[in-house]
């Protein structure tokens, strides 16, 4: 699976973004699709994850951020609204078939796209 990541930028704080992950290669709908974020010198950040009807997140982004997916353009998304300036890093989508206990787990990700860069200024 090869995914394509985009929709980055820089936006001020209190505004909103869309990232897309496009797949090719393989359809997504039967793998947990997530999204991780990652800044200098941290590890990898669970963001949001889906698999068929459902969907988790974490508690940082709950209720600001939402993931979805059109399996006709075998493309996920990520609607992130509110943003502040602790959102930004480097956005990652990925796909894997992690149990869903385990989904925050940037380990068990198979395939990863090239990262986005989001930047919020305050």
């Known amino acids: 699976v090869q995914l394509q990541a985009s929709g980055g930028g820089l936006v001020q704080a209190g505004g909103s973004l869309r990232l897309s992950c496009a797949a090719s290669g393989r359809p997504l709908r039967n793998y947990v699709i997530a999204w991780f974020r990652q800044t200098p010198g941290k590890e990898r950040e669970f963001v949001a994850a889906v698999r068929w009807g459902n969907d988790i997140y974490a508690d940082a982004v709950k209720g600001r951020f939402t993931i979805s997916r059109d399996n006709s353009k075998n493309t996920v998304y990520l609607q992130m609204n509110s943003l502040n300036p602790e959102d930004t890093a480097v956005y990652y989508c990925?796909?894997?078939?992690?149990?869903?206990?385990?989904?925050?787990?940037?380990?068990?990700?198979?395939?990863w796209g090239q990262g986005t860069l989001v930047t919020v200024s305050s």
């Open positions: 990925a796909v894997g078939s992690p149990a869903w206990g385990s989904v925050h787990n940037a380990r068990l990700y198979v395939f």
